[in-house]
């Protein structure tokens, strides 16, 4: 098995992506959606971050989180927020999916694939880059035509803070990086 490391900057932000196992099209239904709105303001509440960009597709995730200065654990945060949904999930009634013995030997559900994508953003080039690619997704991926289409990120969000048009998705950066973090 790989060693994997991952950068571990306090105060650092980072690029995820998180998929279901198998990708298994389950997270933008209403019961998943609504489960990891919960699970992921609890987790936030008690081991906070900031949420700069988000989008929910099917199969998988993609956000970027700025976290707290002198904390770069969002391994705990993770681990937190994938435990949480999957025991909701499950007593919710829904199914996992077909767990292999390694995965029954850790007593594992099928609802996530174990590890996540991590990226460092080194500099505001690589924020915009990442904030745009999470927002563009939809459109990358087939589901939509447009990204005003989508309904499941934080697009609307910087619509209405004035950083992207409502027509956006060409492939312009927003107009000021400087202004929406602060």
Not at 58 to 66: G, K, Q, Y
Not at 136 to 155: A, D, F, I, M
Request: hydrophobic fraction near 35%.
């Amino acid at each position: 098995m790989p060693n994997y490391r991952r950068a571990i900057i306090p105060g650092g932000t980072f690029f995820f992506t998180v998929v279901t196992f198998e990708r298994k099209p389950m997270l933008t239904t209403e019961l998943s959606r609504h489960i990891l709105r919960r699970v992921w303001k609890r987790v936030q509440k008690r081991h906070p971050f900031v949420v700069d960009a988000v989008c929910l597709l099917p199969d998988h995730l993609h956000c970027m989180w700025t976290l707290p200065e002198g904390d770069g654990d969002f391994c705990l945060r993770w681990s937190a927020i994938k435990g949480l949904f999957t025991k909701e999930y499950l007593k919710s009634g829904a199914q996992d999916g077909i767990r292999n013995d390694s995965r029954k030997k850790r007593g594992e559900a099928a609802i996530w694939q174990r590890r996540f994508w991590e990226h460092t953003i080194r500099d505001e080039d690589d924020f915009v880059h990442h904030f745009d690619y999470i927002h563009y997704n939809p459109v990358k991926h087939g589901l939509v035509r447009q990204v005003k289409e989508w309904p499941w990120s934080s697009y609307f969000k910087y619509v209405h803070k004035g950083f992207y048009n409502v027509g956006w998705g060409n492939g312009q950066p927003i107009a000021d990086i400087k202004n929406m973090r602060e």
